[in-house]
Nanobody, 117 residues
Framework: QVQLVESGGGLVQPGGSLRLSCAAS????????MGWYRQAPGKQRELVAC???????NYADSVKGRFTISRDNAKNTVYLQMNSLKPEDTAVYYC???????????WGQGTQVTVSS
């Protein structure tokens, strides 16, 4: 069992920055893939970024060059640094842990990010 708690969401103006944090109740490096997803009203949940145990990262095309995912093993925490935010980034952001062997997934409760003037 892995519990995930997101924090860092809020209201920000276009062009601004936020850093989201996801604190895990246990080690979330090997054998978990960690990811950030988001869901806007009326839209499907989409993968924003993920990071593998070896450090490899993947990003959605819409956030490449603006968002950076990272993980801190000592703190059992995953981060999503979001720069140059756009109104289209407005969504609830969810942290996800995917066990690479069983494919069991764990989700955080979500944190709201609103980008507006």
């Amino acid at each position: 069992q892995v519990q995930l708690v997101e924090s860092g969401g809020g209201l920000v103006q276009p062009g601004g920055s936020l850093r989201l944090s996801c604190a895990a109740s246990r080690s979330i490096f090997s054998p978990y893939v960690m990811g950030w997803y988001r869901q806007a009203p009326g839209k499907q949940r989409e993968l924003v970024a993920c990071i593998f145990s070896g450090g490899t990262t993947n990003y959605a095309d819409s956030v490449k060059g603006r968002f950076t995912i990272s993980r801190d093993n000592a703190k059992n925490t995953v981060y999503l640094q979001m720069n140059s935010l756009k109104p289209e980034d407005t969504a609830v952001y969810y942290c996800n842990a995917d066990h690479i062997f069983s494919r069991q997934q764990y989700w955080g409760q979500g944190t709201q990010v609103t980008v507006s003037s």
